[in-house]
C-alpha cells in the first residue's frame, strides 16, 4: 500500500512538472529618441536601438544561438507608378498602377542573412524582407497582392531604394554581448513626416521566440511647421501671400540688376 502511494505522487508531482510553464526569453529594447525634428538644416538623422534578451529563467544553452530581425515602417500613402515607352519618337506614359497604403519607409535589419535566420515560410508568414512584404496593387477594379517579380511592384522597389527610403540590411545588427545587441535606424533628408514603428523580432533555431514593438514620429518644427499649418490651414491665404512673395521677389531682383 505505501509502494502505491509512493509511485502516486511521483506520478502527481510529474504530472505538475509537464504542465509548469517552460523557460522563455523576452527582449527589451529602446531607441535613442521618440522624437525627430525636422528643421530648415535638417539633412536627415539616425536612431540607435539597443535591445537586450532577458531570461525568464535558466533555459537550456540554444543551439543556434540568438537572431534579430529588426523591421521599421514609416506612414502610409497611397502611389502611383508608371511605365513609359516611346512611342513614334515620343516617351509617353502607357500604363500605371496604383499601390494601396504601401509604407512611405521600409527598412529591415538583421544580424545575418534572412534566409540563415528562417525558411521562406517563416519569412512569408512574418512578411521578413522586401520580397514579402504586401504591396497590394489596384488592377483595373481589382485589388491584390502580386508576386514578387512583377515589374511593377520591382520597380517601386528600386525607385524607394535609390531614394534610400526602403533598406534591406543583413548584417545591420550587432550584438555586443551574447544578449545585447544595437542597430541604427537612418533617415534620409527627404524621409516622409509621420509615426514610424519599429517591430524587433528574436529567433534561435529558425523560429521565432519573442517580439516587441515600439515607435517613434518624425515632425516640422518652427518655421516649417508654421509654414505646413497655415498651407493647410489656410490654403487661399498661403496662395495669395506665395505669389505676392514671388513679385516681391522679381520685382526686387529687376531693380538691383538692371542697367541703366
Not at 509502494?3 to 512538472?17: E, K, N, T
Not at 540568438?66 to 515602417?73: E, G, H
Not at 509621420?194 to 519573442?210: P, S
Amino acid at each position: 500500500m505505501m509502494r502505491a502511494c509512493i509511485i502516486f505522487v511521483m506520478a502527481a508531482v510529474a504530472s505538475l512538472s509537464a504542465f509548469r510553464p517552460a523557460a522563455a526569453e523576452r527582449i527589451v529594447s529602446s531607441l535613442s529618441t521618440h522624437r525627430v525634428l525636422i528643421t530648415s538644416n535638417f539633412t536627415g538623422a539616425e536612431l540607435i536601438l539597443f535591445g537586450s534578451i532577458e531570461l525568464d529563467t535558466a533555459p537550456a544553452p540554444r543551439r543556434g544561438g540568438y537572431d534579430v530581425v529588426v523591421t521599421v515602417i514609416g506612414p502610409r500613402h497611397v502611389l502611383v507608378t508608371r511605365r513609359k515607352e516611346r512611342v513614334f519618337g515620343i516617351w509617353v506614359n502607357t500604363d500605371s498602377r496604383v499601390f494601396i497604403d504601401p509604407p512611405a519607409y521600409l527598412a529591415t535589419f538583421a544580424n545575418r542573412p534572412l534566409n540563415a535566420i528562417a525558411n521562406a515560410e517563416i519569412r512569408r508568414r512574418l512578411q521578413i524582407g522586401f520580397e514579402n512584404m504586401q504591396l497590394p496593387q489596384r488592377i483595373g477594379a481589382d485589388v491584390g497582392e502580386v508576386t514578387s517579380n512583377d515589374p511593377f511592384r520591382t520597380a517601386f522597389i528600386r525607385l524607394k531604394s535609390e531614394h534610400e527610403l526602403y533598406r534591406e540590411e543583413p548584417n545591420a545588427v550587432t550584438f555586443l554581448t551574447p544578449n545585447l545587441f544595437r542597430t541604427g535606424v537612418p533617415l534620409p533628408a527627404d524621409a516622409p513626416i509621420g509615426n514610424y514603428e519599429v517591430d524587433v523580432k528574436l529567433f534561435t533555431d529558425g523560429a521565432m521566440i519573442a517580439r516587441t514593438n515600439s515607435a517613434f514620429e518624425l515632425v516640422k518644427f518652427g518655421f516649417e511647421q508654421f509654414v505646413a499649418d497655415a498651407a493647410h490651414s489656410h490654403g487661399l491665404l498661403y496662395g495669395l501671400a506665395t505669389a505676392l512673395m514671388a513679385l516681391a521677389t522679381g520685382w526686387l531682383a529687376s531693380v538691383m540688376f538692371r542697367r541703366d
